[in-house]
């Protein structure tokens, strides 16, 4: 860490405007909680070490303040207003309000798990409709080779033109028109391993029930491997490979189909995989990008510079991508990644509203997590509790008014 680096509460007391849009909900619910909290833990540990690698880059960089460098630099860290402690009455879940969130579901671990779960609501709604008016779901998967000398920049810009030139022209639209096409949800992944990275697609694709699947596949494997190569992504030598791997068809997909595989792309299911970032296994099949931050804080400096690479190429670009009219047609609002890491549990009581001072001590003793745990198991009174002790080495019991060592 430079030396200018100020900690998170220094950080925070300091900040006069804030960046971001007002924190309303944070977690969301999982049957385990124990494990939930673990999760959490994790998820406020290694976004406070992305907010350390952004800082470096701001000092680098010779930003005014390092820490504008990113938005999630301010993330869970800047107050607006009072910051309130409330836990959801239907989840029992605990989250702060009135905290700069950051909305990016590329760099922050913490609105990630928050925006892909709400995501999967909204991918499940429209595939059960789509079924329901007759339709099927098709999931596409679109890959190709990639080396660990190339720059993810070049690459996911390759891939976009690929992309694009795939799905131009009338031969296109003939495909489209023959397969009863109604509309595509596409998920872009990114993972890490021996090859270096590894962008990739998932689509769903709403056609009618009687298309052929293997038909399907045959002409998107057609039109892929031309757009590739017109793409500079594909050497012509390797397409024996590519033609075996490069395009994957699943006839009949179902939402669990969808959301495992975008699991096991180590995106979706990152929460799951964070904790293999150190093990040689999870390094040869792929990781996902914030499984640096695990090896960064583990003395990887590599994996730091790894981790800038990713946000910054990523910033900006949409994960999840919908057809036209789509969301309408499937009665889904249309709210963007901010907002929904924004979006508050309207059924939730206020525990706590906290002041300026007890908001430092939280961040000194990097208790974010904590605070939240001790709201879900024992409410106010343990929270009222944690911060008698904590910010001096003493207490005083309120029983029998004896000064006790904290």
Known sequence: MVSKQRSEADFERSEKSALGINAKSITPPLADLAKRQENRAER?????????LFAREGFKQKLEREYDYHR??????????EVQVRKSKEHKTAFYGGLVTCGSVWSCPVCTAKIQERRRTEISTAMDKAYQDGMKCVMVTLTFPHMAFQKLDDLVKRQADALQKMRAGKPWQKIKDRAGYHGLIRSLELTYGENGWHPHTHEIWMVSKDCDADWLKEKILSRWESACIRAGLLDEKKLDDFRKHAVDVKDNASNSDYLAKMDDSKHWGADREIAKASTKTGRKKGIHPFQFLVQYAEGDDKAGYRWIEYSDVMKGKRQLFWSRGLKAWADIEDLTDEELAAKQDDKADLLALLSGDQWFIVLKHKARSKILNLAENGGKAAMDEWFNCHGRTWRVDTATGEIIDC
């Not at 406020?44 to 350390?52: N, T, W």
């Not at 999630?72 to 207003?81: A, E, I, P």
């Open 72 to 81: 999630t630099c301010k993330c869970l860290v800047v107050r607006q207003g």
């Open 44 to 52: 406020y540990r290694i976004q406070s070490v992305a907010r350390e």
